[in-house]
């Protein structure tokens, strides 16, 4: 059995819950005779829209399942009378039910692992207790996760059930195998990121990065840097790229610097936060320019920027961000190649949150910024700008602006990195498009599904969703709640709070699996805020 293609969660998928049901047939009407015989071989639980259905499952097939709801009366109140006068005083009790696991998954960890996130579950409701009718045939294993019987047996010939109770202390204590789930659940640090930078780092980036540190001046070091600077233009097209220690925002004044050095005036797209900082750059660096301005995560179309080149016939330039991160919006960076092209203009594209992310050409583009965090995913710390021209240094320009000291030099033109770069080279080799498209479309459904208000839809970025939360829930505080269960999503910048939004990232080491466990805690953080 290969227990890494297993995944647990709570279901929530419309094929998930048709699985429950014939998973529960064949548990309680088949194997023990609960139930009733049908045609459609499927058994839905009274109490189904109560429950809470948490799943094991082995690709698309849910292999295990437990079921938890708190509402009285339990299926075990009609069962045993007095069920309140076996149980502690201070008992706040919740049901488990319908615990079933496939035959050929029964001599392998789905059991503890399911119990696992049942304790997850309850510690997040408070409960103190977990009331089970543990069949006859496995009271023995009931034991051994802690819980302890009560009552009489309860039931019919060949299905006959004993109450049994686990309570928190025993959740911890019972067996070492659970003492060790409690641990990890009450202190790991492990924490799920999906910020847009700093973000999750793999191993392979991770162990890169911890190589010896060596001179940015060695033979060692030079071919690395020009192996990567090779793999990048590769991933792009374009002719050349420069690597520069700094951020994004370096990279954007890179190419502030050199839109200075044209003639004429540039136009600037704007319709988010990243646009604004486009326009902030080029006011820093006193450039001319004329702005072409949306609300927020309000379309610029094609015939909008064509009929503005034609008004202002001075136009020699245009920046835009390519993935506008504030929102998710993706520019048409091809077809504004294309009407830079028609009208004989530059084109610079601030790429920073889509190299990486989605395919990128520049073929076209005059100059484009991106960085070794977000999409590329390593760790922040080098600012990237490819250009297509050959560049060559103006002393007009300040040293560390002058993007031609890098281009003459290699990118070393001053101390750099072999760490950042090591990571970052490491970073490019595990870039994979497809498998971020389908992470963010399973996403996308899954909060539709569930109610959520996205911004946009699948012609956004798959490396951010942004969720517009409702007036009444605060941002700030489901940010904050998340976080604490140590899911952490993008929250606190001032564009987001105003906003009330939050967002999920899918730029690092980010998988379907922990999506999937921050969505099940999202929704609890929803509806707990909801009815305060």
């Not at 990890?184 to 911890?210: M, Y």
């Not at 610029?300 to 504030?326: A, G, P, Q, R």
Request: with cysteine; proline share 3%.
């Amino acid at each position: 059995m290969e227990q890494h293609t297993l995944t647990y969660k709570i279901a929530s998928e419309s094929e998930e819950m048709e699985q429950i049901y014939r998973l529960n047939y064949e548990t309680f009407v088949e194997e023990i005779p609960q139930h009733e015989q049908n045609q459609s071989r499927r058994l839905i639980d009274k109490f189904d829209q109560e429950n809470v259905y948490i799943i094991a499952k082995d690709r698309g097939e849910v292999i295990g399942m437990i079921a938890v709801r708190a509402n009285r009366p339990f299926s075990l109140d009609y069962k045993l009378d007095n069920v309140d006068d076996y149980l502690p005083a201070d008992a706040k009790p919740c049901e488990v039910r319908l615990l079933s696991v496939k035959s050929k998954y029964r001599k392998t960890a789905v059991f503890y692992q399911l119990v696992n996130h049942l304790v997850s579950y309850c510690l997040e409701k408070q409960f103190n207790m977990a009331l089970i009718s543990g069949t006859d045939r496995q009271i023995r294993l009931y034991k051994r996760i802690g819980f302890e019987p009560f009552g009489p047996m309860v039931g019919t010939e060949g299905a006959m059930f004993q109450p049994m109770y686990l309570t928190e202390e025993k959740f911890g204590t019972s067996t070492k195998a659970f003492s060790k789930v409690m641990k990890e659940k009450k202190d790991s640090s492990k924490q799920l990121n999906f910020l847009p930078g700093p973000v999750a780092i793999r191993k392979e980036v991770e162990e890169a990065f911890k190589k010896s540190a060596i001179s940015h001046r060695s033979d060692e070091f030079m071919e690395e840097m020009n192996v990567v600077r090779a793999r990048l233009c590769e991933l792009v097209n374009a002719k050349h790229a420069q690597i520069i220690v700094g951020t994004g925002t370096l990279a954007n004044d890179l190419i502030a610097a050199q839109l200075k050095q044209l003639p004429g005036k540039g136009l600037i797209l704007a319709n988010g936060e990243f646009g604004y900082r486009l326009i902030d750059h080029a006011g820093r660096h006193e450039l001319q320019y004329y702005k072409l301005e949306k609300p927020w995560n309000e379309s610029i179309s094609m015939i909008e920027i064509e009929d503005f080149l034609s008004t202002y016939k001075d136009i020699n330039w245009i920046w835009t961000v390519h993935c506008e991160t504030s929102t998710g919006y993706l520019y048409d960076v091809q077809r504004i190649t294309e009407v830079a092209k028609k009208y004989q203009i530059k084109l610079c594209v601030d790429a920073c949150s889509s190299v990486g992310v989605v395919p990128v050409d520049l073929k076209g583009v005059y100059l484009a910024s991106a960085v070794s965090g977000k999409g590329l995913g390593s760790y922040p710390g080098l600012a990237i700008v490819f250009h297509q021209e050959t560049i060559v240094p103006n002393k007009e320009i300040p040293r560390y602006l002058d993007l031609g000291e890098y281009a003459i030099a290699d990118s070393v033109p001053y101390t750099h990195s072999s760490n950042l770069l090591a990571a970052l080279s490491e970073a490019v080799k595990q870039i994979d498009f497809e498998s971020r498209y389908t992470l963010a479309n399973a996403a996308r459904k899954m909060l539709t599904d569930a109610g959520f208000t996205i911004l946009g839809n699948e012609q956004y970025s798959p490396g951010i969703i942004t969720i517009a939360l409702p007036d009444s829930i605060s941002s700030e505080t489901i940010g904050h709640q998340l976080k604490e269960k140590g899911i952490i999503v993008s929250y606190q910048s001032d564009y987001l709070l105003k906003r009330n939004w939050i967002q999920f990232a899918f730029m690092g080491d980010v998988t379907l699996k922990g999506f999937e466990a921050a969505f099940a805690i999202l929704r609890q953080m929803m509806e707990r805020n909801s009815k305060g």
